[in-house]
Structure formats: structure tokens, C-alpha cells
Nanobody
């Protein structure tokens, strides 16, 4: 059972990044997928969630209108499109899978927003 994130990096304020999280070892299409983030010196916080079959998504207020979560069950991958990035979005971003009574975390990918 594994989640592998990619797509992080350094971007200027106002820029965009797309994070990917590819799953293996479980039935991805049955999992609720979420993105979390953890900024330096702060606790990990929830960002967004997408149900197993897609559909209605939920977002942290500070990212609404800027971030979009999506999934491709054929590719076992969940995405996080991040637009209009701000310095306060700087953090390590983690994906999380919840299925049955299990929760699995990825290793995280660093996003740094700075000029």
C-alpha cells in the first residue's frame, strides 16, 4: 500500500503548480482522497477532499476558488491544481487515502511560493 506525491517545487507568487498522487496496493476507486499540508512550525492541516467516485468536493476556506482537486480512477491518481499561489501556501503537501477502516499517507512534496 503506497501513495507517491510529485509535482512540488518553487514558484513565484501568483503562479501555478499541479500536484499528483499515485496510489498502489489498494482499490483506489473505493478510497476517499484528500490533500493536507504542513507549513514549517505548524500542525498539518486539511486542504481538500474528493469522494471515491468524484463529485462534490470540499475545500479549506483559504484555498477556495484557487485550488481544484480531481481524480482519475483509471490511473489511480489524484491531482491538486493550485493557481494564484501565495507565500502562505508554502508547505509540504501530503495526500491521504481513506478506505475501509484504513488511512494511508504519502511522503509529501514540498511547495515553496516565493519571489
Amino acid at each position: 500500500v503506497q501513495l507517491v506525491e510529485s509535482g512540488g517545487g518553487l514558484v513565484q507568487p501568483g503562479g501555478s503548480l499541479r500536484l499528483s498522487c499515485t496510489a498502489s496496493g489498494f482499490t483506489f476507486s473505493s478510497a476517499v482522497m484528500s490533500w493536507y499540508r504542513q507549513a514549517p512550525g505548524k500542525e498539518r492541516e486539511w486542504v481538500t477532499t474528493i469522494p471515491s467516485a468524484g463529485g462534490v468536493t470540499n475545500y479549506k476556506d483559504s484555498v477556495k476558488g484557487r485550488f481544484t482537486i480531481s481524480r482519475d480512477n483509471a490511473k489511480n491518481t489524484v491531482y491538486l491544481q493550485m493557481n494564484s499561489l501565495k507565500p502562505e501556501d508554502t508547505a509540504v503537501y501530503f495526500c491521504r487515502a481513506q478506505f475501509s477502516f484504513n488511512a494511508v499517507w504519502g511522503q509529501g512534496t514540498q511547495v515553496t511560493v516565493s519571489s
